[in-house]
């Protein structure tokens, strides 16, 4: 195996698991592109953050790696029918069941939503205040999955999941990391508790699918734009699609996608707000209409800023790379948030530069936001509309400053990467509450 850090295995996942960035970038400085570590749970981990090595495993060789085995981990909440889950033949079919609710017109059509709902939080922004924004765009996230994806309008519905999809999402790190955690203790302890959240979650969600599809059998005309209309819309002409397949697309989507954006989003602001010139020339871009140059701001945040760190794929047979010959079973991290932060690929990558992507972009195989090949992530369009129009949304209406001068630090909360102190800031104008008038919502 490639060379890595000699120390105990308990130490290497306190330290993976307590400053991934740290740990990683410290790793990358003493071994280079190409370390092992060992993580408790997952037994010696290869990671890999140059572009070839990377372009490799996620494109050139795929066929020699297993991204459903990687992440095993999280089975127990997403499902077996998950994207997350599925290889092959299997990871086709579904993968070309999501595509549609989640490109083209489609996600345009959910921007007015997303536009509401962002307001609708803005409302709560008093001047003078400070305003934690990973929580706001937690809810406005939350929010535009439950409304605009998974098209759940009903009231009590609407509210119990606003409660506990958080709750269901705040996964102990030790029944991730532990399947031998994962025992009741007689009503007792993390794994029961998760247990009792995700029952109350799967009982609504099966509720809307069978409300749903009774509708639809009733009307057919009465399908809606959102995800689950239009896979049950699909359902009807392919029988053999299934209330568990459906639930597992939908708590997918709610696992990967909400608090990704949530996170990226919180980092944006904090990123913008400390560089020079950066927020006057978004101000910019969002009244004149620039998607590309506000594109490029979301790039450059994702990059300093990533909220998530590593791909997980294991060799399904022997693999050669870097003048190592890796057996069959080796578990790769690929990790693009350390391939981001390359000095090499991207100069002084501590600092935040619209221009490292505006006009021109880097060389793709240096920056992969959304991972590569056929397991890019597929909610990439939709996660770049919704942080084009929320962050344009709050420009329109508000301005902000930032509570500390100090940049907030990276905090690891289970998979994510957030601002240690929720990307804290100061309102201090608030169009909203004195009634000006804002320009139309982003298009597409």
Known sequence: MPPGPRLPAVVQTLLWAVAPVKFGKACMRRYGSLFTVRILGFGEVVYICAPTG?????????????????????????GGYSLLMA?????????????????????????????SIAEQEVRRWRAGHRVRLLGSFQRVTLEVMIRAVFGITGSARLSRLRELVPRLLDLDPVIILLPSARRDFGGFGPWAGFQRLLREVDRIIYAEIADRRAQLTADPASAGGDVLSILLGRGQDRENITDTELRDHLVTLLAVGQETTATQLAWFFERVLRAPGALQRVRAAVDGEDWKVLDAAIHEAIRTRPATLDIGRIAVRPWEYGGYLFPAGTMFAVSLGLLHSSSELHPEPEIYSIERFFPAEPPSAHFLPFGGGSHRCLGASLAMVEMRTIISTILRHVRLELAATAPERVMAKGPMLVPRRGAEVVVTENHLLSGATPAGPVRE
């Not at 490799?56 to 999280?74: C, K, P, T, V, Y």
């Not at 092959?88 to 997303?114: F, I, Q, W």
């Open 87 to 115: 290889d092959g033949a299997a990871h086709t079919s579904r993968r070309k069941a999501l595509t549609r609710p989640l490109h083209g017109d489609n996600v345009a059509a959910y921007v007015e939503v997303m536009v």
């Open 54 to 78: 990377i372009r490799r495993i996620l494109r050139d060789d795929a066929g020699n790696f297993d991204a459903a085995a990687a992440n095993e981990s999280i089975r127990f909440v997403v």
